[in-house]
């Protein structure tokens, strides 16, 4: 405690003295309990401060007696000592020792014991933010790597096959997927939303791409009546990450912050050709769900998965007016990627990702 404070009484300010040769400075002890102290709880008498003098407590106030609304006063108590209090020219101490007598001096001693409680509940207020931080961002990325794995599943499939300028006979978009998706039990497990193969938990990028977006592999199914491998071009894998969360694949060590402004879902120039994609958590929405709900909510989830089908219509345009450009219309945009695509894709997420959209108690299982 100081030596001196301010006593303001509204119509005018009166020096204090709180310490002087005969009576040493006061000290205000704070500390803090594991579990509540609230007025429901069992241990309700121990949130309070007392004033302790020579003999011992010569006072006592309950942390409610303060008018202060921070929830974390719940959770502190203490004591103040601050022997001048009990200066026989200036006594400040009642005979029941209940409470101090009602005078500028113990004023000032209680307006310093409040001000010391609100500074410690900010400072753990504060420290409460960034681990909640630091969690939701734990809770996201394993959200977002599973939804990269789960995303990868199906999306070079069920995109190639609308670039695929029909034929009689050939089937709706999407229609060979069930041999990949919803019934290949050694990669996924319908009945707790998880995948039984790959790193949840952080996903490894596939291969770069060349610079024309594509990647050469040699497959036995596409050689031709000569015997040769026919090359084949396969679009690379999108790889989503989340602003302020993930680290830039391009620049190892650095984190991108975007602003509200800045869309739903961003792409640098360099981004284009590394195949990346970041989801805003800046945007009003994001930071609406997050703040409001958390990040282990069903309603962050969703908000995720949104973003996934957002970015894979984007490829699906991107890829339709490059390989197709006569069929890059209204009515084939329309029908093809907003119909049959965005459908396509609502029903494989409604088998595979029940859990995941649904279940208030979803988390992802590491191996």
Known sequence: MP???????????KQIILANKNFEKGKIILKTSEIALSSN???SDLNRIDIVGEMGVIGSYYLREF????????????????PI?????????????????????????????KESIENLCRKISSQE???????????????????NQWKNRFMNKILGEIFISKQPGDGDIGSNLDSEVGDNNEKYN????SFDSGNIGGETPPPLINSDNTTDKNDGENKNKEGNDEKTKNSRFPRILLSGHDEDPLEPGNKIFLQQSQGLIYQRPQDVNGGIYWINT???????????????????????FQRYVDILIKEALIKLEKKEPDRFDANTID???FGKLVTRIHEIASKELEAFLFDDSYRVEHD
């Open 282 to 304: 800046s945007s009003p929405l994001a930071k609406y769900i997050i703040d409001e709900y958390g990040a282990e909510s069903v309603r962050w989830r969703d908000y995720l």
């Open 85 to 113: 209090l009990e200066d026989p020219d200036d006594d400040c101490v009642s005979n029941d020792r209940v409470k101090l007598i009602s005078n500028e001096k113990s004023k000032v001693v209680l307006d310093l014991i």
């Open 335 to 337: 029908g093809e990627i």
């Open 67 to 82: 008018g202060l609304y921070y929830p974390q006063t719940d959770f502190i108590y203490g004591e103040c000592s601050c």
């Open 3 to 13: 030596e001196e404070a301010i006593h303001n009484d509204g119509h005018e300010k």
């Open 129 to 147: 933010k960034k681990e909640k931080e630091e969690s939701n961002k734990k809770i996201s990325s394993d959200f977002n790597n599973f939804l």
């Open 41 to 43: 709880s069992k241990y």
């Open 190 to 193: 319908k009945n707790n939303g």
